[in-house]
């Protein structure tokens, strides 16, 4: 017995021994990879804070919540099978819509009707720890530039009263004041979540809302003036899903984004453009990006989610509904290169950038003879926003944090060749064809605030030591 006793305590000792030294050897790697990327993000020099940049479309009202006890204080149960609906008209397919992407660790955002979002939304002013905040894709993106020091920023976007009072930064709005906001409901899940049968694998969001005064991108005239007088180094465009499944009438969302078409074609060669992809679910939108925004850009920006919508888009004349939150490195890199050649073919002022952001990692395709420079830079800077913002923290903590990218990948899903993982010089850069490819990993938040604005504040922080 005593022998036995003695067994076991040797036993849990080395069992404790090797858990200590795997979370001391775990810590020092996550400690050497901040320090890495720190180097990185600052070997582009000093930002170039005074260039003009002008960000459009659309501004809104976020309620942000919790989603599973949203769903508790509407009275909804887990349905027994998550179910994709072309469009919700009820509270129950929202509820199933909420279980397909939660289940899936996957981001969306649709449209409902107004009726329907106004239910929701005064259900959701009751949830505990709901909040208000100014949101809007040209909005986030453009305070990120402010909080980083940019001083001529032009936002392409209406505000109101309200709207003024949340928003943490005061810059050059050019759209016209609005009397009614656009208000987007926000459904947060974090990892580990639990409702019902589903458990939350990844940390995102789920949005609905019901704009109308988005979709018609109103802002559209002024922004067009501002851009000729004020000659900006960037234009970025986003926001366009909120004409995505919108009841337009007659030919009025062909007319807009004709319009759109038209700015891009007027810009002049010396500004860079650059389009920030969203979540669309209608195919004839979808076409519509691919046709009217795509061929004028140079620089394209999306999520792992966007991308594969592409290609089937391109492909197959299809959107998917949903895939893979956490896809194979190389079939990421594979995907980029696919959007690159085809729009090399079909593109009229020549992309040149390409950046994916995912949970793992940021992947930055860049031409070589093309003006974007501090390619390694950009990839730092959008990895470490990635994580501050959703950590909500300008001080990185390498305790609050984990790595879920793989010790090597791929360079491609048809090619033998590896790169391996190199945790004190953590961003790999390699050149094929006429570009280069920089692959830096992100340090995950494992103390989530927000995902809501992640992309839109990581695009951003990629392209400020680019320009």
């Known amino acids: 017995m005593a022998l036995a006793k003695a067994l076991v305590a040797v036993l849990l000792a080395i069992i404790a021994y090797f858990v200590i030294k795997y979370k001391n050897d775990d810590s020092k790697r996550l400690g050497n990879v901040l320090n890495g990327l720190l180097t990185e993000e600052q070997s582009g020099g000093e930002l170039l804070t005074d260039l003009p940049i002008a960000v459009g479309f659309g501004s809104c009202l976020d309620i942000i919540v919790d989603g599973i006890p949203?769903?508790?204080?509407?009275?909804?149960?887990?349905?027994?099978?998550?179910?994709?609906?072309?469009n919700m008209l009820t509270v129950d397919e929202v509820a199933q819509m909420f279980a397909l992407y939660l289940s899936e660790g996957a981001a969306?955002?649709?449209?409902?009707?107004?009726?329907?979002?106004?239910?929701?939304?005064?259900?959701?002013e009751k949830v505990n720890g709901s909040r208000w905040a100014a949101g809007g894709n040209a909005p986030v993106i453009s305070n990120r530039f402010d909080k980083e020091g940019f001083t001529k920023v032009y936002v392409g976007a209406p505000?109101?009263?309200?709207?003024?009072?949340?928003?943490?930064?005061?810059?050059?709005?050019?759209?016209?004041?609005?009397?009614?906001?656009?208000?987007h409901l926000i459904l947060e899940f974090k990892v580990g979540d639990i409702w019902g049968n589903y458990t939350v694998r990844r940390a995102n969001r789920f949005i609905v809302h019901s704009d109308h005064n988005n979709p018609y991108i109103k802002s559209l005239d002024n922004f067009a003036n501002t851009i000729k007088e004020v000659n900006p180094r960037l234009v970025v465009v986003g926001g366009?899903?909120?004409?995505?499944?919108?009841?337009?009438?007659?030919?009025?969302?062909?007319?807009?984004?004709s319009s759109l078409k038209n700015v891009l074609k007027d810009i002049p060669e010396?500004?860079?453009?650059?389009?920030?992809?969203?979540?669309?679910?209608?195919?004839?939108?979808?076409?519509?990006?691919?046709?009217?925004?795509?061929?004028?850009?140079?620089?394209l920006g999306m999520n792992e989610q966007e991308l594969p919508n592409i290609i089937h888009m391109v492909k197959e004349g299809r959107t998917v509904e949903v895939v893979d939150s956490n896809p194979r490195t190389a079939v990421v890199l594979d995907n980029m290169r696919q959007v690159y050649d085809y729009y090399g073919k079909h593109s009229v002022r020549r992309l040149t950038r390409i950046h994916v952001h995912t949970l793992a990692f940021q992947a930055i395709l860049v031409t070589n003879s093309s003006p974007w420079k501090n390619t390694r830079a950009g990839s730092a800077r959008a990895s470490l926003t990635a994580h501050r913002h959703v950590c909500g923290d300008d001080i990185i903590d390498s305790r609050k944090t984990r790595l879920i990218m793989d010790d090597s990948f791929a360079v491609s899903a048809e090619s033998n060749e590896r790169i391996v993982f190199n945790e004190t010089s953590?961003?790999?850069?390699?050149?094929?064809?006429?570009?280069?490819?920089c692959v830096?990993?992100?340090?995950?938040?494992?103390?989530?605030?927000?995902?809501?604005?992640?992309?839109?504040?990581?695009?951003?922080?990629?392209?400020?030591?680019?320009?």
Not at 70 to 86: I, R
Not at 159 to 183: A, C, Q, W
Request: charged share 25%.
């Open 159 to 183: 505000m109101s009263h309200r709207f003024n009072e949340l928003y943490p930064s005061k810059l050059n709005f050019v759209g016209d004041e609005t009397l009614e906001d656009d208000i």
């Open 426 to 437: 953590p961003i790999s850069c390699w050149e094929e064809s006429d570009y280069e490819i």
């Open 270 to 299: 010396s500004t860079l453009i650059h389009f920030e992809m969203a979540s669309f679910a209608e195919v004839e939108m979808m076409k519509s990006i691919l046709d009217n925004i795509f061929p004028y850009v140079d620089s």
């Open 70 to 86: 949203f769903m508790e204080a509407l009275g909804m149960k887990p349905p027994d099978v998550p179910k994709y609906h072309d």
């Open 108 to 124: 969306a955002e649709r449209f409902i009707p107004m009726e329907l979002l106004k239910q929701l939304v005064t259900v959701a």
């Open 240 to 257: 366009l899903q909120m004409l995505d499944n919108f009841p337009f009438k007659d030919n009025d969302r062909e007319n807009r984004m």
């Open 440 to 467: 830096a990993p992100v340090l995950v938040c494992t103390h989530v605030k927000q995902t809501v604005g992640g992309g839109d504040n990581i695009t951003p922080a990629g392209l400020m030591p680019q320009i």
